[in-house]
């Protein structure tokens, strides 16, 4: 009791310290709210909703859910205006004083950035993981296709009625089902409509069957009956490798020009305000300064047309290819920048702007019926 009465009496007096008017005790709502306010946001051990609104209880004439969404307002003003600038990763050894553990626990900005982190890389795992089952499962697939259509073309004689319609009504299961492979819808086995149909030495076709599940182009000769029977071989699970490589990283290309392959994502396009920069990037990569490759080199794959970022690109591409169309225009086809192959090319246009010479090559090249008008952006790599 005596601590008690020690304690508040500190607290009465250090308003007189401070000059300022007594009008009640200070261990009511101002210091609980002080108090709060460091267990909840700053203590080692901090504080969930659970304390806060028990805490916020015992302070006369207020509703227990009072104190509680004065902190939250204060967390949330504290994360606008600075984030965790001052603790931007949390102790990974959180605690929480309340007995149901981490509910009410308000998460930081730190947390849920490693969060997002970890669900990504999982999610990564798992479509690999995903894509490369559903090529396994293609494999045994195309290895039960093949062995079925072997037995079903080797000699039509020997089968039953009833395992020939089996075998056809298998066979066109398989080559009716799709499969969602870049955004395209893929058959099972390819289209039947590319395909030659197949003619056993007595002239026999399978009804309903119109045309190889697989394509003419790979086939395997069929030894053990008659050999003017012909089985394709079954594609490999590239779509799927590939699929597994969009996943795990990015996939390899190859240059236009030079056929280097490349790795990697499309690089942006340096800003440039000269006439010089332009015909460079266009012309020259590696070392310079202009681009990591030469723009003319650019894959096809990297002009695709699927977002508004793609078709900005695709302007700027094709504003230097039309400026390197000029340089080749001047210089009777040549695709080697020179000094001497610029000054031809300055004497031809001699506009001082970009948007000059650009207007003064496209019209050279219409002439010369290189170009018909402005092109727009491809729908779709060629």
């Given at each position: 009791m005596l601590?008690?009465?020690?304690r508040?009496s500190?607290?009465?007096?250090?308003?007189?310290?401070?000059?300022v008017?007594?009008?009640?005790?200070?261990?009511?709502?101002s210091?609980?709210r002080?108090g709060?306010?460091?267990?909840?946001?700053?203590a080692?051990?901090?504080?969930?909703?659970?304390?806060?609104?028990?805490?916020?209880?015992?302070?006369?004439?207020?509703?227990?859910?009072?104190?509680?969404?004065y902190?939250?307002?204060?967390?949330?003003k504290?994360?606008?205006?600075?984030?965790?600038?001052m603790?931007?990763?949390?102790?990974?050894?959180?605690?929480?004083?309340?007995?149901?553990?981490?509910?009410?626990?308000?998460?930081?900005v730190?947390?849920?950035?490693?969060l997002?982190?970890?669900?990504?890389?999982?999610?990564?795992g798992?479509?690999?993981?995903?894509?490369?089952?559903?090529?396994?499962?293609?494999d045994?697939?195309?290895?039960?296709?093949?062995?079925?259509?072997t037995?079903?073309y080797?000699?039509?004689?020997?089968?039953?009625?009833?395992?020939?319609?089996?075998?056809?009504?298998?066979?066109?299961?398989?080559?009716?089902?799709?499969?969602?492979?870049?955004s395209?819808?893929?058959?099972?086995?390819?289209?039947?409509?590319a395909?030659?149909?197949?003619?056993?030495?007595?002239?026999?076709?399978?009804?309903?069957?119109?045309?190889?599940?697989?394509?003419?182009?790979?086939?395997?000769?069929?030894?053990?009956?008659?050999?003017?029977?012909?089985?394709?071989?079954v594609?490999?699970?590239?779509?799927?490798?590939?699929?597994?490589?969009?996943?795990?990283?990015?996939?390899?290309?190859?240059?236009r020009y030079?056929?280097?392959m490349?790795?990697?994502?499309?690089?942006?396009?340096?800003?440039?305000?000269?006439?010089?920069?332009?015909?460079?990037?266009?012309?020259?990569?590696?070392?310079?300064?202009?681009?990591?490759?030469?723009?003319?080199?650019?894959?096809?794959?990297?002009?695709h047309?699927?977002?508004k970022?793609?078709?900005?690109?695709?302007?700027?591409?094709?504003?230097?290819?039309?400026?390197?169309?000029g340089?080749?225009?001047?210089?009777?086809?040549?695709?080697v920048?020179?000094?001497?192959?610029?000054?031809?090319?300055?004497a031809?246009?001699p506009?001082?702007?970009?948007?000059?010479?650009l207007?003064?090559?496209?019209?050279?090249?219409?002439?010369?019926?290189?170009?018909?008008?402005r092109?727009?952006?491809?729908?779709?790599?060629?």
């Amino acid at each position: 009791m005596l601590l008690e009465q020690l304690r508040r009496s500190w607290y009465d007096s250090s308003p007189a310290y401070a000059r300022v008017a007594i009008t009640s005790t200070f261990s009511s709502h101002s210091l609980r709210r002080g108090g709060a306010q460091w267990r909840f946001n700053y203590a080692p051990a901090r504080w969930g909703l659970q304390v806060i609104r028990w805490w916020g209880g015992w302070a006369p004439g207020e509703a227990t859910g009072t104190l509680m969404r004065y902190l939250l307002e204060e967390r949330a003003k504290i994360d606008t205006y600075h984030g965790d600038i001052m603790n931007p990763l949390l102790d990974p050894a959180r605690q929480v004083v309340q007995s149901d553990g981490q509910n009410g626990l308000v998460s930081k900005v730190g947390d849920i950035t490693r969060l997002e982190t970890r669900m990504a890389r999982k999610l990564e795992g798992v479509v690999a993981r995903l894509m490369a089952d559903m090529g396994e499962e293609m494999d045994r697939t195309r290895a039960m296709v093949r062995e079925f259509t072997t037995r079903m073309y080797a000699d039509p004689d020997e089968q039953s009625d009833v395992e020939r319609e089996r075998h056809q009504q298998i066979l066109q299961a398989i080559a009716n089902m799709q499969i969602q492979v870049d955004s395209q819808q893929r058959s099972l086995c390819a289209a039947t409509s590319a395909a030659t149909t197949i003619v056993g030495t007595n002239g026999w076709t399978p009804p309903g069957f119109n045309g190889l599940i697989l394509p003419p182009s790979a086939s395997v000769q069929v030894p053990d009956h008659s050999p003017d029977i012909r089985i394709p071989v079954v594609p490999s699970t590239a779509l799927f490798r590939a699929a597994i490589r969009e996943v795990e990283g990015p996939k390899t290309l190859r240059l236009r020009y030079s056929g280097d392959m490349i790795t990697g994502e499309r690089p942006p396009i340096p800003k440039t305000w000269t006439v010089r920069s332009y015909v460079l990037q266009w012309f020259q990569g590696g070392q310079h300064v202009q681009h990591p490759y030469p723009l003319r080199e650019w894959p096809r794959d990297w002009l695709h047309n699927k977002t508004k970022e793609d078709q900005q690109v695709w302007v700027l591409w094709r504003n230097r290819e039309v400026f390197g169309m000029g340089y080749e225009y001047a210089n009777e086809g040549s695709t080697v920048f020179t000094e001497e192959g610029f000054a031809r090319f300055e004497a031809r246009y001699p506009a001082t702007t970009v948007t000059g010479v650009l207007s003064a090559i496209r019209k050279d090249l219409q002439t010369a019926g290189k170009i018909k008008s402005r092109q727009r952006s491809p729908k779709s790599p060629e």
